[in-house]
């Protein structure tokens, strides 16, 4: 099973928005940062399988090898057109072809038409599938006026765990909790989790995102990009603190049943995919994507589920 390790926090909370009631993602609860300890190669010819003492992650396919903190990395070797990158101070690793980022620094990940899945839950972990060279993991967030399971858990020492039963049919992921009173709360997941950080993510072989929902409320479907996220979060480039998180979310917001019930988000559509227009107005841009949330508003207990998240 696959856990996670984390960073410092890097959410603020969302105080700073425009309208509170709006406001997403402003988390009192940390987003993962990289995996764990002692992970291995998920497939691909010229991946590396490193030895370092906090551990390493190697991407499928053979491209990206991330050493997270560990000591000189040993046994195997980067693909011909492998990229290295050294996190957290790890010595680098070599390879034909391969270049070595800084530590800490963020490396593109490209996903391709035929790696559609994001995550089925089949698993029963809190990771998205590593396909299409994604990283990234489940976590829940809140404004901090309520009770939220699971709870947002900034020290990763609990990381987020499936429920048992979905639409796929094993796993899915759940949230429940009080009415919150200020801005409410949520779960997501980053699509590109390296070096410890929200990084973007290019997905432009896609049309768009499909989910599978069930609930008791409606929820805020986001897709979060670095022109519509604080600069003070990962990868994040807006500066008007005011006017930032006004993410690009499916509209009319789906209000949840208790049967199962697919969406769809189409990139392009922006009359169905669109800002709330509280915030900076920018265009969406698909090969720069960070981050998928799903928010519940304030003021009403809940009970959300979602499974089988999947590009198209």
């Not at 829940?140 to 399971?149: A, M, R, V």
């Not at 930032?244 to 969406?263: F, G, K, N, R």
């Not at 994507?289 to 003021?299: C, R």
Request: charged share 10%; hydrophobic share 35%.
């Amino acid at each position: 099973m696959k856990t996670r390790k984390l960073s410092l926090a890097t959410f603020i909370l969302g105080a700073l928005c425009a309208s509170l009631s709006a406001c997403s993602a402003q988390s009192s609860g940390t987003p993962p940062r990289g995996d764990a300890t002692g992970n291995t190669s998920s497939g691909g010819t010229g991946n590396a399988v490193s030895s370092g003492a906090t551990g390493n992650v190697v991407s499928a396919g053979g491209s990206t090898v991330v050493v997270n903190g560990g000591a000189t990395s040993v046994g195997g070797t980067v693909g011909a057109a492998g990229t290295t990158v050294i996190a957290g101070g790890g010595s680098p690793v070599t390879g034909g072809g391969g270049t070595t980022a800084t530590p800490g620094s963020c490396v593109m990940a490209v996903g391709t038409a035929t790696d559609l899945s994001i995550d089925d839950l089949e698993d029963g972990d809190n990771a998205i599938q590593a396909i299409g060279q994604r990283t990234g993991y489940w976590y829940t967030y809140n404004d901090g006026t309520g009770t939220q399971t699971p709870k947002p858990d900034p020290s990763g020492v609990v990381p987020f765990k499936p429920t048992m039963g979905g639409h796929s049919p094993l796993f899915s992921a759940e949230t429940s909790g009080t009415a919150f009173t200020t801005w409410g709360a949520g779960m997501g997941f980053d699509f590109n989790n390296t070096a410890m950080k929200s990084c973007v993510y290019n997905a432009s072989a896609y049309t768009g995102i499909k989910f599978w929902a069930k609930g008791n409320v409606p929820i805020k479907a986001m897709v979060k990009i670095p022109a519509t996220t604080q600069s003070t979060s990962d990868s994040g480039t807006c500066t008007t603190a005011m006017m930032c998180e006004d993410h690009y979310t499916l509209t009319p917001a789906p209000i949840l049943a208790a049967a199962w019930t697919q969406y769809t988000i189409t990139f392009a559509d922006t009359t169905t995919f669109a800002q709330a227009g509280w915030g900076v107005k920018v265009p969406f841009d698909k090969a720069n994507i960070i981050a998928m949330q799903f928010q519940v508003n304030m003021g009403a207990a809940f009970d959300v589920s979602i499974d089988d998240v999947t590009f198209y």
